[in-house]
């Protein structure tokens, strides 16, 4: 999941929100002024329930927030890439850049994050009630922001499938059959069951509480979708272990000078058919212009307007080499939801790696069922009868 609005980075992990998060902060921060506080706290003023009802919620974000970068810390103390943590409106995602490599990682990864909201949750309880009587507004926070983090504990202890109860699960079941694929493929159907089985209770909820069973459903949604999606990954992965990006990248791929206008790069678009451009001068890469920028530029700009004014530039890209992984670049475009990878030795661009090859590759190799440098043989082969560029040396 891509963040909407970045706010920053920690520990080289980048922090951000999803525009759902300013839906689900609105209603919330709503429901406590407008109903949770007034009942427990009579008295107060209007301004006082919505000052309090605001702080509540960004405490409880941040709560989250501790709660992901718990998973976050851990994963990068075993080795495992952290690239973002994002919040949205189920609360919050942290988006590894690899895979723990064996299930006591996974498991010390996963309860990572209820163990710090157990702490805030039971500190804040425990400061609660001392806290009120020299501040009854303050006393208030911590006595919601205590039952609030116990709460997310729970739920988040169900067995279900990327939900961290299930994801020890799975580190469980890992272990004892020393199979994580089989392991993942268990945990992740309960974790659609129960999915299932939270939107039927919202579908039964919905005729009493409407919210409440539109939010059921809603979660229940997500939940099934987030596991069947999380055990394909998985299966993707396996499918591209031992490739590397050199034998699926495209050699020579057509590029463009960073001095053109956009109406010499919208002809080169349209003349290639293509979606992007890697942008070249003095053989160097200096940035990838793409038909999104393109849009965003005013369409009276374009006669005048160059290439290297829209395009992202090379210290913003993320890049391969022919030597890397490409289980690791996949999961790298994945989580920054790109669609091309340069490939590059130093400055100087070797190919492009598209999401259309790796589509490519991953249908003839299912459909062929055989090893992954067999695959990439036949592959080449069917470029090459194409009159293609050859993408193995």
């Known amino acids: 999941m891509e963040a909407s609005i970045r706010l920053g980075r920690i520990r080289g992990i980048e922090i951000g929100l999803h525009y759902s998060w300013l839906l689900v902060f609105a209603l919330l921060t709503y429901s406590l002024a407008a109903g949770v506080f007034p009942s427990w706290y009579p008295g107060w003023n209007p301004g006082t329930y919505w000052a309090v009802g605001a702080l509540s919620s960004l405490l409880l974000f941040a709560s989250v927030l501790a709660h992901e970068l718990g998973h976050s810390l851990v994963a990068q103390s075993r080795g495992v890439p952290v690239v973002s943590i994002v919040l949205f409106i189920f609360g919050g995602v942290a988006q590894l850049a690899d895979e723990a490599r064996r299930a006591r990682d996974e498991f010390l990864i996963a309860v990572a994050g209820p163990l710090v909201s157990l702490v805030i949750g039971t500190g804040s309880i425990l400061l609660w009630q001392p ?19 116990l709460i997310l504990v729970a739920f988040n202890s169900i067995p279900a499938y990327p939900l961290d109860g299930g994801r020890v699960l799975r580190a469980v079941l890992w272990g004892a059959m020393r199979n994580v694929l089989r392991a993942t493929r268990i945990a992740a159907g309960i974790g659609v069951a129960i999915g299932f089985l939270f939107m039927a209770g919202g579908l039964f909820l919905v005729f009493r ?10 979660l229940g949604w997500f939940l099934q979708n987030a596991a069947q999606q999380s055990y394909q990954q998985l299966v993707i992965r396996r499918f591209f272990e031992g490739v590397r990006v050199g034998q699926l990248m495209d050699p020579d791929p057509p590029t463009i000078a960073p001095d053109l206008t956009i109406d010499q790069l919208v002809d080169a678009l349209l003349a290639y058919n293509v979606r992007s451009f890697p942008v ?17 530029a005013p369409r009276a700009e374009w006669p005048v307007r160059r290439v290297r004014d829209l395009m992202t530039p090379r210290e913003r890209l993320i890049t391969a080499t022919p030597d890397d992984d490409l289980e690791r670049v996949l999961r790298l475009m994945a989580a920054h939801e790109i ?46 009868a194409r009159n293609l560029p050859r993408i193995t040396d």
């Not at 806290?131 to 983090?149: D, H, I, K, R, S």
């Not at 509480?209 to 809603?218: C, D, F, R, T």
């Not at 070249?280 to 965003?296: F, K, P, Q």
């Open 339 to 384: 669609h091309q990878v340069p490939v590059v030795d130093d400055s100087r661009l070797l190919g492009l790696l598209t999401r259309n090859a790796l589509l490519r590759f991953l249908q003839l190799r299912q459909e062929v069922a055989r090893t992954p440098d067999e695959v990439a043989a036949i592959y080449a082969e069917q470029r090459r």
């Open 131 to 149: 806290v009120e009587g020299v501040n009854q507004q303050l006393g208030a926070v911590l006595e919601y922001l205590g039952w609030a983090n």
């Open 209 to 218: 509480s409407p919210l409440s069973g539109i939010w059921l459903i809603a």
């Open 280 to 296: 070249v001068e003095d053989g160097r890469l200096v940035g990838i212009v793409t038909l999104t920028d393109v849009r965003h």
